[in-house]
């Protein structure tokens, strides 16, 4: 089984991630676990998969062959996507950039959510939901891998990411998750890799980080997916 663990930058993947490790580990499975740097890198990876073995890639960018793939019974693609406001405010924050070109990235990156939204059994996860339901969210993670976590099981793994992501060298580390060199882990019930920490999560960080005029600027921009997912303004 592969997982395919992609979408909006800064949106929880890098969450995610940590789930998928975790639930894995708990059934003391065997897995790889793959985070290629350049749509390359990734095609690669995709092209010389071993839909036999268990795989994590997390990604962002979507290419042809990652739809393509996506379509065997063997992959579960999970989606990411967060208020289009705040994700500029991440990338600004940990990318270094200026505000026009967050931006544009940002807007680069929606367009492929169509594209993504097509694709069959997949799972959609909105960032929202990884800050205020993330037991309910786990649990459903785990059926879509073919794996009925106990109940508190899930609430287990919901408290060990939060205890990660309460480390004080969290908010440091993390603002370089996504230019991270690519990794090829075997994980097993004795090996385990030292997890990536996790990006502390904030809904409405647009609100206290944005500049008045940009603020404006952004709610104008992006007013249309704002709408479309039930942001508020």
Same mark, same amino acid.
């Given at each position: 089984m592969i997982i395919f663990n992609f979408g909006i930058p800064n949106s929880g993947t890098d969450w995610s991630q940590e789930v998928?490790?975790?639930?894995?580990?708990?059934?003391?499975?065997?897995?790889?676990?793959?985070?290629?740097?350049?749509?390359?890198?990734?095609n690669h990876l995709i092209g010389t998969m071993n839909v036999n073995e268990r795989m994590i890639i997390r990604f962002h960018l979507l290419t042809e062959e990652a739809i393509e793939a996506?379509?065997?019974d063997a992959v579960r693609p999970f989606y990411h996507y967060r208020d289009p406001r705040d994700v500029v405010c991440s990338e600004m924050e940990n990318s270094d950039i200026n505000f026009s070109t967050a931006v544009d990235q940002t807007v680069s990156a929606y367009q492929e959510i169509h594209h993504a939204l097509c694709l069959p059994g997949i799972m959609v996860i909105p960032y929202e939901h990884i800050v205020e339901n993330a037991e309910a969210l786990i649990f459903q993670m785990?059926?879509?891998?073919?794996?009925?976590?106990?109940?508190n099981v899930a609430s287990e793994i919901a408290a060990?990411?939060?205890? #990660? +992501?309460?480390?004080?060298?969290?908010?440091?580390? %993390?603002?370089?998750?996504? /230019?991270l060199p690519a990794q090829a882990l075997r994980l097993d019930e004795e090996h385990t890799s030292d997890s990536p920490l996790v990006q502390? #999560? +904030?809904?409405g960080k647009w609100r206290d980080?944005? %500049?008045?005029?940009?603020? /404006?600027?952004?709610?104008?921009f992006f007013k249309p997916l704002v709408d479309q997912f039930g942001y508020e303004q």
């Open positions: 998928f490790k975790k639930i894995w580990e708990k059934q003391n499975y065997t897995f790889q676990v793959e985070e290629p740097e350049s749509l390359e890198e990734l996506a379509q065997q785990a059926t879509k891998l073919g794996v009925l976590l106990k109940l060990e990411i939060r205890e #990660l +992501m309460a480390q004080p060298e969290c908010a440091v580390a %993390s603002t370089a998750t996504d /230019s502390p #999560l +904030m809904i980080q944005l %500049s008045q005029s940009e603020r /404006s600027m952004v709610n104008r």
